[in-house]
């Protein structure tokens, strides 16, 4: 066989196996819809606030719930210490709320 | 057309040949090529279906929330304030709400606890998070012991467990009547953890946060909106690691492309000397660098996000775990939901193929020019 016939067979497969992961990822997508509405409904009923994404320090479990004297909380001079805390942003409403007192 | 299309065949014939010829560093930079679109791609699908998943589970979060701030440290808000802030024209409802965090020294886990509004079970009981289950052993029926502010025990029986499914929220969670809750961390009566907030026109949020901030100095109001912008900007790549992470990818691949802009080797310039030599035309000579560039960076592209998508999808990020992890010992497993459009597989085609297939061939041009006497004797 050709090499030319090889690679774009090689880029055919791949190309398919591409297209059946978006098949996939559509499906999964409606097959999710009744897991996400059930989510948000719990969410809207216990009325919580954040994703639980990170729960080894307070303010990367309830991030939007921080400010920013929390992840100094141990002493005024205290360093980040949590992984987590060097991943995520601050929350947008810090730059706001401190923002218009300073 | 028919020739034409020939005419590329043969050229990709020649074109697989010559990069078989060198094999090994051809292999190797494949290899590397596609690790590099797999971090990429497998960062761009994760951090883009937390964003979806987070965006349609927390919209339904509390309009506002009211916490009380002391000295830069939030406290406890008086129940009192819960009668002037229902007052405040606009606001339909409010309400104070239940709830803190616990460690348990037993696994050295941190659990967040919570009182629900309506809760079909009594005191005595709690609900818990799969993530608790997962850590303690425990399932419905069995005890967990909690100890309390005084230095007393108190036994809780689990009735029930939150699903697997809704771990991205409630992983951690554990509910608890408030009279439970009151009595293991000593709160009293007149004070609640921070107040919510429902309003009758969303459209008046701001300026019934604006009443509140007024009569109530010493709050700090959270709104929807802001939850909302929150975890739309998570993982945003200037957040800490993210910058490291990605720039350290994007390096990568400028150090590849700079490599092939930068000129050809002596063999590959000795290689298009003789192809010009026996009547090869520079067009024909750029055609075959443009697939030997569209060949590595096309393979590569195609192997790196379908590996990415596998990766964040199918195996749950595992490569990213140690680094989400941290210290936690409670995890919660994330089983994303693969929210991936083609804006984003184009937007990474566009990064990753267009730049390395042009940096081939802006070299081939100028060897490809240069006469083919000059380029052999080199």
């Known amino acids: 066989m050709r090499k030319s016939n090889c690679f774009l067979l090689y880029l055919a497969g791949n190309v398919l196996l591409l297209l059946f992961l978006f098949a996939h990822a559509f499906y999964q997508e409606i097959h999710a819809g009744p897991i996400l509405k059930a989510n948000s409904e719990l969410v809207a009923r216990l009325e919580l606030s954040d994703l639980c994404l990170f729960t080894e320090a307070s303010y990367t479990r309830h991030l939007t719930q921080t400010d920013l004297d929390t992840p100094f909380q141990d002493c005024p001079i205290c360093l980040e210490h949590f992984p987590s805390g060097s991943i ?14 300073n | 057309m028919g020739r034409s299309i020939e005419r590329h065949r043969y ?20 290899f590397v090529y596609t690790l590099v679109v797999f971090m990429l791609a497998s ?7 937390i964003k979806r998943e ?21 406290d406890l808000i008086p129940v009192s304030y819960l009668d002037k802030i229902q007052k405040i024209r606009g606001v339909s409802s409010a309400r104070c709400r239940l709830w803190g965090y616990y460690y348990d020294p037993v696994r050295g886990a941190n659990y967040t606890l919570m009182v629900p509004e309506k809760s079909g079970y009594g005191p005595g009981s709690i609900v ?17 012991g909690f100890s309390a502010f005084d ?8 009735r029930d467990v939150f699903s697997a499914e809704s771990e991205l929220v409630s992983s951690d969670l554990i509910l608890m009547s408030e009279a439970d809750f009151r009595k293991l961390f000593g709160i009293q009566e007149k004070e609640a953890t921070d107040i919510v907030v429902r309003v009758r026109n969303p459209r008046e949020l701001s300026a019934i946060a604006w009443k509140v901030s007024d009569q109530f100095p010493d709050t700090r109001i959270v709104l929807r909106e802001e939850i909302l912008r929150t975890y739309d900007s998570i993982f945003n790549w200037r957040g800490g690691m993210m910058v490291f992470f990605l720039g350290g990818t994007l390096l990568a691949f400028l150090i590849f492309a700079w490599d092939r802009a930068s000129g050809l080797s002596q063999e590959e310039k000795r290689e298009i000397g003789i192809l010009k030599a026996i009547g090869w035309e520079t067009s024909d000579v750029i055609l075959m660098k443009f697939w030997e560039g569209l060949v590595i960076s096309l393979s590569a592209f195609l192997a790196g996000t379908i590996l990415a998508y596998c990766h964040v999808f199918f195996t749950h990020s595992f490569l990213f775990e140690p680094a989400l992890k941290g210290w936690a010992v409670l995890y919660p497993a994330f089983k994303l939901i693969p929210f991936i459009d083609l804006y984003q597989v184009a937007t990474l085609f566009f990064l ?13 041009w100028t060897a490809a020019t240069i006469d083919p006497d000059t380029v052999m004797r080199a």
């Open chain 2, 11 to 30: 050229i990709l014939d020649f074109t697989l040949s010559s990069l078989f010829r060198r094999k090994g560093k051809n292999a190797s930079l494949l």
């Open chain 2, 352 to 364: 990753t193929v267009v730049p390395y297939t042009v940096a081939t061939i802006i070299p081939s």
């Open chain 1, 88 to 101: 995520l942003m601050p929350p947008e409403m810090l730059k706001r709320s401190y923002g218009k007192i």
């Open chain 2, 151 to 158: 230095g007393s025990m108190i036994m809780l029986q689990i």
């Open chain 2, 128 to 144: 818990i998070g799969e993530g608790v289950s997962r850590t303690r052993h425990v399932y419905p029926g069995d005890y967990l």
């Open chain 2, 43 to 49: 960062v761009v699908f994760f951090t883009h279906a």
């Open chain 2, 54 to 74: 987070g965006a349609i589970t927390l919209k339904n979060a509390p309009e506002m929330i009211i916490q009380r701030s002391v000295a830069g440290r939030r």
